[in-house]
């Protein structure tokens, strides 16, 4: 394992991560066929904790995004009629 330059701040720190990640073959990114490219504008604080946390827990960013995600639509009971209000405002 290769040392730690601390002087670029976080993003240094995750880069043996990403690179790991960009490692991976296309085919595996392929399988994963419940999931979809996303871009979304976060508060930069909230992401440098997200960052931390993901260093911390040895997960990707978006792997904690989708359980902090997870995590909160568990707690609406009604998400099906959610759902089915969103769908019909969309013609689905």
Request: charged content about 35%; proline content about 0%; aromatic content about 8%.
């Amino acid at each position: 394992m290769a040392k730690k330059n601390f002087k670029t701040g976080i993003d240094g720190l995750l880069q043996s991560s990403i690179s790991e990640e960009k490692e991976t073959s296309k085919e595996k990114k392929r399988s994963d066929l419940g999931s979809m490219k996303a871009t979304y504008y976060l508060n930069i604080e909230l992401l440098n904790q997200i960052k931390a946390i993901a260093f911390y827990e040895r997960k990707s960013i978006g792997k904690i995004i989708n359980e902090a995600l997870k995590k909160y639509i568990s707690r609406y009971k009604n998400l099906n009629d959610a759902k089915e209000i969103y769908g019909d405002i969309n013609g689905k």
